[in-house]
């Protein structure tokens, strides 16, 4: 079915956010996923990378040290949190899923990833 992709919404800037991302009749437990975000006006970019066993994470130089990403225990749900939250962060967030495992150099290309979610809108007022 359609992706959930929980816990968008309007945040105030140096909040804090976890976001949550699973797909219900689908598995991830295998699939190495991607976090993208697309802000007003502007094309969508990459923002974090995980391994399927969250052994191994990427992040965009804009979110380093903002965003951690992780694995749930089951390894089918991907949890995204940030912290200090900037309007600049604004934006519709797009969880994605590799086939299997992404080669290192591809880790923030979108055409590695072969199922979006549809996309869960954070705004971040200064």
């Known amino acids: 079915g359609p992706a959930a992709g929980a816990g968008g919404g309007l945040v105030e800037a140096g909040d804090s956010l976890r976001l949550s991302c699973a797909a219900s009749?689908?598995?991830?437990?295998?699939?190495?996923m991607g976090w993208f975000r697309q802000a007003p006006g502007k094309g969508r970019e990459f923002v974090a990378y995980s391994r399927w066993s969250g052994a191994s994470t990427l992040y965009a130089d804009s979110v380093k040290g903002r965003l951690t990403v992780s694995r749930g225990n089951d390894k089918n749900t991907l949890f995204p949190e940030m912290n200090s939250l900037k309007p600049e962060d604004t934006a519709v967030y797009y969880c994605?899923?590799?086939?299997?495992?992404?080669?290192?150099?591809?880790?923030?290309?979108?055409?590695?990833?072969?199922?979006w979610g549809q996309g869960t809108l954070v705004t971040v007022s200064s």
């Open positions: 009749g689908r598995s991830f437990r295998n699939s190495d």
């Open positions: 994605a899923a590799g086939k299997g495992q992404i080669i290192m150099t591809q880790r923030s290309a979108e055409n590695q990833y072969i199922w």
